[in-house]
C-alpha cells in the first residue's frame, strides 16, 4: 500500500505548519539570540525595538508567567536567557509584532551587553574541567583489565565523529491561538506534541488540559523535532497567553541553524585487543559526547551510545564509559540513531586500525566476530542474531568476492581512479532507552456509517507511520482501507503520548491500535453471532463481510456496526499498550534494555577521483532484517532515505563551529547534504525475511533508524580507495570524510606502521597518538 | 499554498515555479526558484505554481512521483514536481539523464532520491512518444498537463510589455539587478525598499552571437541561454559538462553571467571561465561607454572599477582558434549545486608544441577571482611537459593567498590548486605521463 498522503503532497495541497490559515488579529514572532557563546548579561536593551511600528511587545525572561525552564531530562534551560548566555543564538528576547517583517526588523535593533566567559567547545576539554551534564557511566561486561593478557594484538587510536544538522525542509515553527477560558490551543511542527505541551504549561503556569497541541504532519523531523520544537512553541505559548492574540512564529532557514542543536560530535578513545585467530578479546571504549550548553536529550543519547558500542558484535570482555560534556554549543539533541552510529563508527575504527596493521581486510575481522543468538550485549541482555545470516546472504547474493576482484583489476589499470569496498554490519536495539516512554495509546471510533477514525499519539513526518496504523485498523476489522481515516495528533484525543522516535513508533501505537480495534471486532464478533444465531467462535470478519464457519453471510460490515449501534454496544475504544519484557538497572547497567534487535550488512563501493580528491559512490546493497515487513514501499524508502543521510554524515556534511563558537556552515550554501548526484548510483536492498516471533507490529520489524548506519560503510570503503591510491596514507578516523580530507590523506605523509603492531610479549603498550 | 518556504537563498528548491516566456516568439517554461525571484523579474511572464498543474486527479507526473513512493514528509515534493513539468515543457530530449538534470536543484532529506529517480524514468517514458511535437502541444494533447498551456502563447503575445515608468528612474539612484540570484540572497530586506533597475528582461542586453571571430555576449542572458548557444556548443564541447558543477537548473535558468561578474564573488564560477578567455566588458552609464578587460575590473575584495551608475552592456572575447585549448575545472565539497572551494579555468594556444598564449585563472585564492599573469606569462614559451607543470604550479603558489573558511582550508585550496592546474594539463595534454605528475607532489 503506498503511502496514503502520496496525493496531496504531489499536488501541494498536504497541510503542514505554514498552511494552516491565519486568524485576523495574528500576530508575529522572532527571536533575539545572543551574539556570543557565553558570558554575563550586564543589560539588554530592547527600548528601540519596543517603539519600532508594528511592534506589540518584546518578551524577555522577565516576562515568563510560569517558571522559565524548558529543560526535559534536566532543568537546566531557561526558555529566555536571564542572567548569563551560554550558546550563540541562545534566545534572549522575543519580539512580538504585528507583521513577520516588523518582528525581524525590531530583533535587528535590540542590543546586548554581554561580559564575556571562557569559551569551551571541545568536549574533552569540557571534560577535564570537569564540564559534566550528568555523572559518566560505565558499562561493563567481563573483565577487560585481566582480558589484555590474554591478547595477541591490542590496539589504540582515537575516533571522531562531527554533528550532523538535521535539515529538515522545513523548519521550526508554532502557531498558538488562545481559545476560552484562558486555553490556548498550540500547532506546532513537533515530533513530540506532549513536550511541547509540558513546555508550554510550565513556562505559562496553565495545567495540561487546558493546553492542546495538535499536529497534522511535519516537513521532516529527524529527531531535531524531538525536543527542540519546545522553545518556538513555549515562547508562542508565552506570548499568546499574556496578549490573548494568536501568534505565529516560524523559522528562517539560518536562525533554525544557528539556534537549534544537532547531532552530537564525538570524541572517543578505543582499545582493542584479538587472540591470534582474530577473535575479539577485549573492548575499551571511552566516548566524549559534545552535548552542547545545556542536557536536552544528551544523557539518553549517551546511553545509547553505550548500549550500541559493540555493534553487532561478540566481545567477552568491554569496558565502555561515557561522558556527556557541557560545551558552549546550541543543546546538540537527537537525530536518527540517537548516540548509536557514534559508537558504531568507533568500533569499525578500532577493527580498520587492526585491519591496517596486520595488511588485511577489515571483513575477515568483522565476519570472525559477529554475534550469535545467546550471546551477552555488554548491558546483559541474550542477543537474538540474525547478524551472520544477513552478513553471509550479502556475500553470497551480492558475490563480494568477484567485487572484491573487479575492483583489484580495476585499481592495478587506473591511476587517476581508485575504488574502495567497505562492508558494514549493523545491530541496532529497538525500544526507548527509558522504560516509562515504551507505552502508546489509540483511540479508535468505528461511525455507525461503517467509517472508522484512529487516533495514536504517533506523528507522521515522511516515515509512513499513519499509513501503517491504518493498515493495521484496515486487517484487524478486514475492511477496506478507504474506510479508515488516521486522525491528527491531538494531546487532547491522545495524552502522555511519547515523542514519535527511536524507530518505535509504529509498533507502540500500531500495537495500542490492534488492541483498540480488537475490543472492537470482539464486541461486534458477539453481536453478529447474535444477529445470526450461531456460535460466536465461528464468526468471523473478511473482505467486509461477516463469515460463519468459513461461509460468507449477508451481513457486511456496514450493517453490522449499525447493528452494533442500535444495540447500544460500543463502537469506540482507547487501548493502552505497553511493550512487555523490558526493564534496565541503572545501578547495576544492566537489563533487557530492548523488545528486539534490527541487523543488517550493506556492501559500499565508491570510486575516488585521486587527481581531484573528490568521489561518487558506485553502490550500497544491503541485506536487512525486516522481520515480516507490513509495507515493503515505505520500508525500502526508510531504507534507501536513511543510507543517503547516513552517507551524507560520512562524506559531505561538515558542521563547523568557530573557536568563539560560532556556527559558520550557518545555511545551504555552506552546509551541504547530498544531493540527487550524491546518492549512490545504486542502491539494492535484499529482504532478509523472517517469521521469527517478535514484539514488533505484525513481526514487522522498526525501519527508521537502523539503515542511516550502513552509511558508515562509505566512510571506510573511502578510506580503502585512498589506500590503494597511497598505502601508506596518513588517514585519521575523523569523520566525515571531505573532499579535502580525502585530498590530504591521498597526498599525506607516510606513516610509518610497522610500530604499531603490538605483541603481547612486548614491553610496554604505547598509544598511537592519531593526528 | 504549495510552494513550500525552504531556505530562501535558492538552494533546496522547495519553492520551484515555473516561469513562461516567449523567447523569439515560442514559449519557453523554465524553472525559478521564487525566493529568488523579484516580481521585476516575471513581468509580462507565465508564472506556474504547483496549483496551476493540479488537474482533477493526479497527473501522469504526480502519479508516477506517487507509484514510485517517491515522495515521504512531502514538503519538497511540490518543488520537484514543478521542476519535472518544467523537464515536460522542455524541448530538451526525453531521456533520463536530461529528467534527472531537470531536478538537479531540489534537495530532499528524506527519499535518498532513488525512488525520485525511478519516478523520473516513468515520466522519461510517457515524454519519449513526444517526437518532434512542439512540447506545449503535446503534453496538453495527452493530458500530462492541463489543456490551458495551449493558450498561454497567444495570451502572452497579447500582454504590454512596458513597465510603468521604468525608463524614467534616475540611474545613478538605482540599483541594477540581473537574476539577483546573489543579490536577494545577500540583501532580501534591503532590496524590498529600493529602488531597483531590472536589466534581466531586457532584450537588448540578451543574445549571444559570432562577428568575425569574436564572440559577443549579452550581459543577461543567462547561463542556460549560453547553454543553448550554437556558438558556446561549437567551440567548447565540454561546456554542458562543465556547467553541470555549476550551480543548478533553476539558478541556471535566473542567473545571468554580468551578474557573476558584477557581484564579485571570488569564486564566482563563470567570472574564473571568462578570465581565462580573456573577456572584455564594454561599461555604459547611458550616454557614454568605455571598455575594460574584465580582469581589470577587479580591484579589491568586491571593489569594482566601476561607477555606481555603470552598467555592463556587453562582454566580448575571442573565439578559440585550432592551436588553442581550454579546460576548466572545480572542485567543491558537494560535487554539484555547491559554491567551489578552488575552480579554475585555462586557455593555452600550442603551437609546435610551444606555448604561445596562455591565460590561467583561479578562484577562491584571495580576494579577487584572479587571472595568474605571473603563471600565465611563465607558461609562454615553454614547451608542454610535467617539468614546466610542475613550475608553473610553484609560481601559482606565489601569486595566491588563500584564507580558511567554510569551504576548506588555506593548505588544502593550495593543495588543491596544483592539482587541478595538473587537471587541465591532463584534460588537454593526453601525451603527459600522468603518473609522473601524479607522483611529483611535495608535501
Known sequence: ???????????????????????????????????????????????????????????????????????????????????????????????????????????????????????????????????????????????????????EYIFEGIAETNGQEHLYIETQGAYVIPQENGALKVYSSTQGPTAVQRASCRVTGLPMHLVEVEVTRLGGGFGGKEDQANTWAALCALAAHRLRKPVKYSLHRMEDMAMTGKRHPYSSDYKIGFDKDLKMVAYEATFYQNAGAAADLSPAIMERTLLHCT?????????????SCRTHLPPNTAFRGFGGPQSMFVIESAIAKAADTLGIDSA???????????????????????????????????????????????????????????????????????????????????????????????????????????????????????????????????????????????????????????????????????????DENLIELKDEYVFVNNVQSDLDWKKLVNTAHLKRVGISEHANYATPEIYFDKAKEKGHAFSYHVYGTAVTVVTVDCLRGIYEIDAVKVVHDFGTSMNPAIDIGQIEGGIVQGIGWMTMEEIIYDKEGKLRSNALSTYKVPDIYSA????????????????????????????????????FALRNAIKAFNPLAHIPFNAPMTPEKTLLALYSNPQPLSKEIKRKDEEAVTSVAIN | MGTKIGCREGDCGACTVLVGDLENGELQYRSFTSCLTPLGNIHGKHVVTVEGINMDDLNPIQQCMADASATQCGFCTPGFVMSLAGFCLSDQDANQQNAVAAIDGNICRCTGYKSIERAAGKITELMQQKGNQEAVEFVTANNILPGYFASIKERLQKLSLALNGELNQPASTAQF?????????????????????????????????????????????????????????????????????????????????????????????????????????????????????????????????????????????ELPGKN????????????????????????????????????????????????????????????????????????????????????????????????????????????????????????
Open chain 1, 311 to 323: 555493534n553487532s558484535y561478540f566481545i567477552p570482555n568491554v569496558k565502555a564509559t561515557a561522558y
Open chain 2, 324 to 443: 588553442t585549448f581550454f579546460n576548466f575545472e572545480k572542485v567543491s565539497k558537494r560535487t554539484h549545486l555547491d559554491i567551489a572551494s578552488v575552480n579554475t579555468a585555462i586557455q593555452l594556444t600550442v603551437v609546435d608544441g610551444t606555448i604561445t598564449e596562455a591565460h590561467l585563472s583561479a578562484g577562491g585564492v584571495g580576494p579577487i577571482p584572479k587571472l595568474l599573469e605571473q603563471t600565465s606569462e611563465f607558461l609562454r614559451g615553454r614547451a608542454v611537459t610535467e617539468e614546466v607543470i610542475n613550475d608553473a604550479i610553484d609560481i601559482a603558489q606565489s601569486e595566491i593567498s588563500p584564507i580558511s573558511d567554510a569551504r576548506g582550508t588555506s593548505g588544502y585550496k593550495r593543495l588543491l590548486l596544483g592539482q587541478l592546474i595538473k587537471a587541465h594539463f591532463i584534460a588537454l595534454f593526453p601525451h603527459l605521463q600522468v603518473k609522473k605528475l601524479l607522483l611529483s607532489h611535495s608535501s
Open chain 1, 364 to 534: 575477515v575481522i568483522q565476519k570472525k566476530n559477529l554475534i550469535k543468538t545467546g550471546d551477552e550485549f555488554p548491558f546483559g541482555q541474550k542477543a537474538v542474531s540474525e547478524a551472520a545470516e544477513c552478513w553471509k546472504k550479502a556475500e553470497q547474493l551480492y558475490e563480494v568476492n568477484s567485487i572484491r576482484e573487479g575492483i583489484k583489476d580495476f585499481n592495478s589499470k587506473n591511476q587517476i581512479y581508485k575504488k574502495g569496498l567497505a562492508l558494514m554490519p549493523v545491530c541496532f536495539g529497538i525500544s526507548f532507552t527509558n522504560t516509562a516512554m515504551n507505552q502508546a495509546r489509540s483511540l479508535v471510533h468505528v461511525y455507525f456509517d461503517g467509517s472508522v477514525s484512529v487516533s495514536t499519539g504517533a506523528v507522521e513526518m515522511g516515515q509512513g507511520v499513519n499509513t501503517k496504523i491504518l493498515q493495521v485498523a484496515a486487517i484487524v476489522f478486514s475492511i477496506h482501507p478507504d474506510r479508515v481515516k488516521v486522525q491528527t495528533t491531538s494531546t487532547s484525543r491522545i495524552a502522555n503520548t511519547s515523542p514519535s522516535a527511536a524507530s518505535a513508533t509504529a509498533d507502540l501505537n500500531g500495537k495500542a491500535t490492534y488492541l483498540a480495534c480488537t475490543r472492537i471486532l470482539e464486541r461486534l464478533k458477539k453481536v453478529a453471532a447474535e444477529e445470526l444465531g450461531v
Open chain 2, 177 to 317: 539587478a540581473g537574476g539577483g540570484t546573489d543579490l536577494y540572497v545577500q540583501k532580501p530586506e534591503e532590496l524590498k525598499e529600493a529602488n531597483v533597475r531590472f536589466l534581466y528582461n531586457k532584450d537588448v542586453l540578451k543574445g549571444i552571437r559570432k562577428t568575425g571571430n569574436k564572440c559577443f555576449v549579452g550581459p543577461s542572458a543567462t547561463v542556460t541561454d549560453l547553454q543553448g548557444s550554437e556558438v558556446m556548443r561549437q567551440y567548447f564541447p565540454n561546456f554542458n559538462k562543465q556547467v553541470k558543477l555549476i550551480s543548478s537548473t533553476p539558478i541556471r535558468n535566473m542567473a545571468t553571467i554580468a551578474g557573476n561578474f558584477i557581484n564579485a564573488s571570488p569564486i564566482g564560477d563563470f567570472t574564473i571561465f571568462f578570465l581565462a578567455l580573456n573577456a572584455t566588458l564594454v561599461l555604459s552609464d547611458g550616454n557614454k561607454t568605455r571598455e575594460l578587460p574584465l580582469h581589470k575590473l577587479y580591484k579589491g575584495y568586491k571593489t569594482l572599477d566601476k561607477r555606481p551608475e555603470e552598467f555592463i552592456e556587453q562582454i566580448w572575447f
Open chain 1, 1 to 151: 500500500m503506498k503511502n496514503i498522503d502520496s496525493k496531496t503532497h504531489t499536488r501541494g495541497k498536504s497541510i503542514y505548519l505554514d498552511d494552516i490559515p491565519l486568524l485576523q488579529g495574528t500576530l508575529f514572532g522572532a527571536a533575539f539570540g545572543s551574539p556570543i557563546a557565553h558570558g554575563i548579561i550586564r543589560s539588554l536593551n530592547i527600548s528601540v525595538a519596543e517603539q519600532m511600528p508594528g511592534v506589540i511587545k518584546v518578551f524577555t525572561a522577565k516576562d515568563v508567567t510560569g517558571e522559565n525552564q524548558i529543560g526535559g531530562i534536566i532543568p537546566d534551560e531557561p526558555l529566555l536567557a536571564e542572567h548569563e548566555v551560554d550558546f550563540c543564538g541562545m534566545p534572549v528576547a522575543f519580539v512580538v509584532a504585528q507583521s513577520d517583517d516588523a518582528a525581524r526588523a525590531a530583533v535587528k535593533t535590540i542590543t546586548i551587553d554581554i561580559e564575556p566567559l571562557p569559551v569551551i567547545t571541545d568536549p574533552r576539554e569540557a571534560k577535564a574541567r570537569g564540564e559534566l551534564i550528568v555523572p559518566p557511566r560505565t558499562f561493563s561486561l567481563g573483565n577487560v583489565d585481566t582480558a589484555w593478557q590474554a591478547c
Open chain 1, 680 to 715: 549512490p548510483k545504486e542502491i539494492s536492498i535484499d529482504f532478509l525475511q523472517s517469521d521469527k516471533d517478535n514484539l514488533a507490529i505484525f513481526r514487522s520489524k522498526a525501519v527508521g533508524e537502523p539503515p542511516f548506519m550502513y552509511g558508515i560503510g562509505t566512510y
